[in-house]
Protein backbone atom coordinates (compact mmCIF):
# COMPACT_ATOMS: atom_id res chain seq x y z
CA UNK A 1 0.00 0.00 0.00
CA UNK A 2 1.14 3.21 -0.94
CA UNK A 3 1.62 5.63 2.10
CA UNK A 4 0.94 9.61 1.42
CA UNK A 5 3.59 10.53 4.00
CA UNK A 6 3.49 11.44 7.80
CA UNK A 7 0.09 13.09 8.56
CA UNK A 8 1.88 14.63 11.52
CA UNK A 9 4.76 16.03 9.55
CA UNK A 10 2.24 17.47 7.10
CA UNK A 11 0.55 19.22 9.43
CA UNK A 12 3.47 20.77 11.33
CA UNK A 13 5.07 21.89 7.61
CA UNK A 14 1.89 23.67 6.50
CA UNK A 15 1.48 25.74 9.46
CA UNK A 16 4.91 27.24 9.10
CA UNK A 17 3.90 27.00 5.69
CA UNK A 18 6.95 24.80 4.17
CA UNK A 19 7.11 22.07 1.42
CA UNK A 20 5.11 19.02 2.00
CA UNK A 21 7.20 17.32 -0.46
CA UNK A 22 8.98 13.84 0.32
CA UNK A 23 7.41 13.35 3.53
CA UNK A 24 8.49 10.51 5.53
CA UNK A 25 6.43 7.19 5.63
CA UNK A 26 4.07 7.18 8.53
CA UNK A 27 5.46 4.31 10.49
CA UNK A 28 5.86 3.68 14.29
CA UNK A 29 9.38 4.38 14.51
CA UNK A 30 8.93 7.65 12.80
CA UNK A 31 6.41 8.80 14.95
CA UNK A 32 8.13 7.89 18.06
CA UNK A 33 11.77 9.85 16.90
CA UNK A 34 12.67 13.29 17.08
CA UNK A 35 12.78 13.16 13.10
CA UNK A 36 8.89 13.28 12.73
CA UNK A 37 8.00 17.33 12.69
CA UNK A 38 4.91 16.88 14.45
CA UNK A 39 6.71 14.99 17.22
CA UNK A 40 9.86 16.53 17.69
CA UNK A 41 8.92 19.12 20.62
CA UNK A 42 7.08 16.18 22.50
CA UNK A 43 10.18 14.28 21.94
CA UNK A 44 12.23 16.40 23.12
CA UNK A 45 10.66 17.87 25.61
CA UNK A 46 8.98 14.24 27.55
CA UNK A 47 12.51 13.19 29.03
CA UNK A 48 13.06 16.96 30.32
CA UNK A 49 9.19 16.71 32.25
CA UNK A 50 10.12 13.47 33.75
CA UNK A 51 13.55 14.50 34.88
CA UNK A 52 12.19 17.81 36.42
CA UNK A 53 9.48 15.45 38.08
CA UNK A 54 11.21 13.09 39.55
CA UNK A 55 13.86 15.70 40.72
CA UNK A 56 10.88 18.02 42.10
CA UNK A 57 9.70 14.72 44.18
CA UNK A 58 13.30 14.06 45.30
CA UNK A 59 13.56 17.73 46.95
CA UNK A 60 9.58 17.30 48.08
CA UNK A 61 10.76 13.96 50.17
CA UNK A 62 13.55 16.13 51.78
CA UNK A 63 13.49 15.71 55.41
CA UNK A 64 14.36 18.63 57.70
CA UNK A 65 17.43 16.96 58.61
CA UNK A 66 18.20 15.39 55.10
CA UNK A 67 21.87 15.40 54.56
CA UNK A 68 21.11 15.61 50.93
CA UNK A 69 21.25 19.42 49.28
CA UNK A 70 20.57 19.94 46.14
CA UNK A 71 23.20 21.94 44.09
CA UNK A 72 21.17 25.12 42.04
CA UNK A 73 23.34 25.44 38.79
CA UNK A 74 23.10 27.99 35.89
CA UNK A 75 22.74 27.76 32.65
CA UNK A 76 27.02 28.00 32.79
CA UNK A 77 27.62 25.29 34.77
CA UNK A 78 30.22 22.68 33.88
CA UNK A 79 32.27 20.21 35.49
CA UNK A 80 35.02 22.75 35.52
CA UNK A 81 32.91 25.99 36.88
CA UNK A 82 31.64 23.80 39.31
CA UNK A 83 34.68 22.26 40.80
CA UNK A 84 35.56 26.43 41.45
CA UNK A 85 33.35 25.86 44.21
CA UNK A 86 34.31 25.49 47.89
CA UNK A 87 31.34 23.17 48.35
CA UNK A 88 32.64 20.73 45.43
CA UNK A 89 36.44 20.60 46.34
CA UNK A 90 35.74 20.03 50.23
CA UNK A 91 34.91 16.59 48.38
CA UNK A 92 37.49 15.70 46.18
CA UNK A 93 40.52 17.93 44.39
CA UNK A 94 40.48 18.58 40.56
CA UNK A 95 43.39 16.61 40.47
CA UNK A 96 41.77 13.28 41.77
CA UNK A 97 38.50 14.25 39.68
CA UNK A 98 40.59 14.76 36.86
CA UNK A 99 42.16 11.13 36.94
CA UNK A 100 39.32 9.29 37.46
CA UNK A 101 37.56 11.19 34.43
CA UNK A 102 40.41 10.66 32.45
CA UNK A 103 40.12 6.49 32.80
CA UNK A 104 36.17 6.89 31.74
CA UNK A 105 36.80 9.09 29.20
CA UNK A 106 39.25 7.44 27.38
CA UNK A 107 36.33 4.34 27.42
CA UNK A 108 33.95 6.75 25.20
CA UNK A 109 34.51 7.27 21.68
CA UNK A 110 35.53 10.75 19.98
CA UNK A 111 32.73 12.38 18.08
CA UNK A 112 33.13 13.27 14.43
CA UNK A 113 32.51 16.74 15.49
CA UNK A 114 35.45 16.30 17.96
CA UNK A 115 37.86 15.04 15.92
CA UNK A 116 39.92 18.70 14.97
CA UNK A 117 39.88 19.17 18.65
CA UNK A 118 41.53 15.53 19.37
CA UNK A 119 43.83 15.83 16.47
CA UNK A 120 45.02 19.28 18.26
CA UNK A 121 46.19 17.63 21.72
CA UNK A 122 45.22 14.12 22.15
CA UNK A 123 47.12 14.05 25.39
CA UNK A 124 44.75 16.69 27.15
CA UNK A 125 41.53 15.77 25.03
CA UNK A 126 39.95 13.92 27.25
CA UNK A 127 40.24 14.95 30.50
CA UNK A 128 38.93 18.47 28.83
CA UNK A 129 36.25 16.86 27.50
CA UNK A 130 35.38 16.01 30.85
CA UNK A 131 35.85 19.44 32.32
CA UNK A 132 33.43 20.89 30.05
CA UNK A 133 30.72 18.32 30.65
CA UNK A 134 27.33 20.25 32.13
CA UNK A 135 25.41 18.16 34.96
CA UNK A 136 21.77 18.95 34.66
CA UNK A 137 21.37 17.33 38.12
CA UNK A 138 23.26 17.48 41.22
CA UNK A 139 23.45 16.99 44.65
CA UNK A 140 25.66 16.92 47.09
CA UNK A 141 26.00 14.52 50.92
CA UNK A 142 28.49 16.83 52.72
CA UNK A 143 28.39 14.20 55.68
CA UNK A 144 29.48 10.78 53.65
CA UNK A 145 31.46 13.04 51.37
CA UNK A 146 29.65 11.88 48.39
CA UNK A 147 28.66 14.35 45.41
CA UNK A 148 25.81 12.49 42.88
CA UNK A 149 25.46 13.58 39.21
CA UNK A 150 22.01 12.30 38.27
CA UNK A 151 22.17 13.48 34.97
CA UNK A 152 23.92 15.25 32.38
CA UNK A 153 22.79 17.55 29.61
CA UNK A 154 23.12 16.03 26.33
CA UNK A 155 25.11 18.39 23.43
CA UNK A 156 21.51 18.29 21.70
CA UNK A 157 20.25 20.07 24.15
CA UNK A 158 21.97 23.02 22.88
CA UNK A 159 19.64 22.44 19.61
CA UNK A 160 17.14 25.41 18.79
CA UNK A 161 14.35 23.19 18.98
CA UNK A 162 15.71 22.27 22.81
CA UNK A 163 15.88 26.21 24.00
CA UNK A 164 12.82 27.00 22.70
CA UNK A 165 11.20 23.91 24.98
CA UNK A 166 13.47 25.34 27.74
CA UNK A 167 11.98 28.32 27.14
CA UNK A 168 8.67 27.34 26.86
CA UNK A 169 9.05 25.75 30.24
CA UNK A 170 10.81 28.62 32.23
CA UNK A 171 7.65 30.80 31.18
CA UNK A 172 5.37 28.25 32.43
ZN1 LIG B 1 6.09 12.69 10.92
Redesign the pocket.
Known amino acids: MQSA ?6 I ?1 LEARGESTDG ?2 D ?1 THG ?2 NSA ?5 ATFVTAAPHSMWRHLYDSMHAAQKPKSKLKFVTLDKESNMSTLWRREEFLRICSKQELAEKAQDIEVTIPVKKSQETWYNLDPGSFFVNRSWGRRPDRVAINETLKIIYILKFKRPTDTDDGFLEVKDAETNE
Open positions: GCRLCRALAEHIGCEGM
